[in-house]
């Protein structure tokens, strides 16, 4: 397979981008090789600049639950354009967003649109410091919240620590009111909360990782998360940039049964556009500036052109939700399609799957922490990618992301992977 296009656009890239690639995940270093670059898409495929059709699993890192280029929200495009992509003042598309994902999700009475994930968390963060009058911060070891410097921590030495940063230009004392938990283990978090409990103003976590590959929450860790912040009174914040309408229309409390008291949007809300969002309570959320003291602000929060697509998004899925149901089903048929051919290869991996994210972890299982997800043979992983790749089908370049599903992925698409799944295996075994 060629890519020279693809590698002439790189070298291009490397004297005006740092590394190439405006982020880090598609620079490809991760599996040793130059990245792709796309010319277009439609449905289930991707096409790269030198012509290659791809069956592609990466569909933007989930927003796109319809595929690429769905008619279902392309109608009406241009006219919305024509009428301006950006004005400074409110706009009427805004209030009817916020009504739909209040009206979708229970727990919350009011959001605020933002631009990205990482502006979701950030600033739900610091709403819920303002509503407490707290400083102190919980995470999960492996959860990925955006790249704020209050986010980019590890667990230091101790089991029970203060963060330290992962990032050089993060300061220490910034990372200090962070503390770092194991995923799923709730004995620590009760440990965690007897010792500083009353300092802690907010929890946030992935009710499904999808940034250690795909390691679902367990029902009873969620669960214990709830009860423990009640007793402490400490603002539960459910991370659903990636889980956010795709697990559920009701996302994780759909899913789970369990309700936050705040809960931070991406990716699906904007079908693909730039976008974000953060909710709570009334009570919470009437912290935020211009009605409370937390100040928090974006010009192009809200922005028409990703309202108008977040908007016929969401219209779908709550029009169609037997659309769930339908990518659960496909999303079962691959993980057990990988599953089998593990079994007829005698390889002794891992696939983790919550609704249409699946994972195949090149590790002994059970997967259900970061520790677990490290233990991961990333060689062997690598040369899986690029077989492949070369087999035309296009998978996250990481070992620790999820393959996404979509409407437009066929069962033929899905049995195509299958096979090539075995095939990929075999080779890169030796078998």
């Given at each position: 397979m060629k890519h020279s296009r693809s590698e002439e656009l790189y070298s291009e890239a490397l004297k005006y981008i740092p590394g190439g690639v405006n982020s880090p995940v598609r620079s490809f270093n991760s599996v040793g090789i130059s990245p792709i670059f796309a010319q277009k898409a439609h449905g289930s495929r991707i096409t790269d600049v030198d012509g290659n059709e791809y069956i592609d699993y990466i569909c933007s890192?989930?927003?796109?639950?319809?595929?690429?280029?769905?008619?279902?929200?392309?109608?009406?495009?241009?006219?919305?354009?024509?009428?301006?992509?950006?004005?400074?003042?409110?706009t009427e598309i805004e209030v009817e967003m916020a009504k739909m994902i209040v009206e979708a999700y229970p727990a919350i009475d009011q959001v605020r649109m933002v631009n990205s994930g990482t502006e979701a968390t950030m600033s739900a963060l610091r709403v819920a410091r303002g509503y407490t009058g707290r400083n102190k911060?919980?995470?999960?070891?492996?959860?990925?919240?955006?790249?704020?410097?209050?986010?980019?921590?590890?667990?230091?030495?101790?089991?029970?620590?203060?963060?330290?940063?992962?990032?050089?230009?993060?300061?220490?004392?910034?990372?200090?009111?962070?503390?770092?938990?194991?995923?799923?283990?709730?004995?620590?978090?009760?440990?965690?909360?007897?010792?500083?409990?009353?300092?802690?103003?907010?929890?946030?976590?992935?009710?499904?990782?999808?940034?250690?590959?795909?390691?679902?929450?367990?029902?009873?860790?969620?669960?214990?998360?709830?009860?423990?912040?009640?007793?402490?009174?400490?603002?539960?914040i459910f991370d659903e940039v990636i889980t956010g309408f795709r697990l559920a229309y009701d996302s994780s409390i759909g899913y789970f049964g369990v309700k936050p008291d705040m809960v931070c949007f991406g990716k699906i809300i904007g079908a693909g556009m730039p976008v974000g969002a953060y909710g709570g309570r009334k009570e919470i959320m009437d912290v935020v500036s211009p009605v409370g003291p937390v100040y928090q602000a974006g010009t192009l929060s809200g922005n028409p052109l990703a309202m108008y697509l977040g908007k016929k998004n969401l219209e779908y899925l709550r029009d169609n939700q037997d659309l769930y149901t339908e990518l659960d089903r496909k999303a079962e048929k691959l993980a057990n399609g990988i599953k089998e051919n593990l079994k007829k290869l005698n390889l002794n991996y891992t696939v983790n799957r919550a609704g249409s994210l699946v994972c195949l972890f090149f590790a002994e299982g059970p997967i259900e922490n970061y520790d677990d997800a490290i233990k991961c043979d990333i060689e062997k992983y690598n040369a899986y990618f690029k077989e492949m790749l070369d087999m035309n089908i296009l998978i996250g370049p990481s070992q620790y992301e999820a393959m996404f599903l979509s409407k437009a992925h066929s069962d033929e698409d899905i049995e195509n992977t299958i096979k090539c799944n075995y095939e990929a295996l075999k080779k890169v075994h030796n078998l």
């Open positions: 890192w989930g927003p796109l639950m319809l595929g690429h280029s769905p008619e279902e929200l392309s109608k009406g495009i241009t006219d919305m354009i024509s009428k301006g992509i950006s004005y400074g003042i409110a911060i919980l995470k999960f070891e492996g959860c990925y919240h955006g790249h704020s410097d209050g986010l980019l921590v590890k667990s230091g030495s101790g089991t029970i620590t203060f963060g330290v940063p992962t990032s050089p230009g993060v300061p220490a004392d910034v990372v200090k009111n962070t503390l770092v938990c194991k995923y799923n283990d709730i004995d620590e978090l009760r440990q965690i909360f007897k010792e500083q409990g009353e300092d802690i103003a907010a929890v946030i976590v992935e009710t499904v990782s999808g940034n250690m590959g795909v390691v679902p929450g367990k029902k009873e860790f969620i669960e214990a998360l709830r009860e423990i912040c009640d007793e402490y009174k400490t603002v539960l």
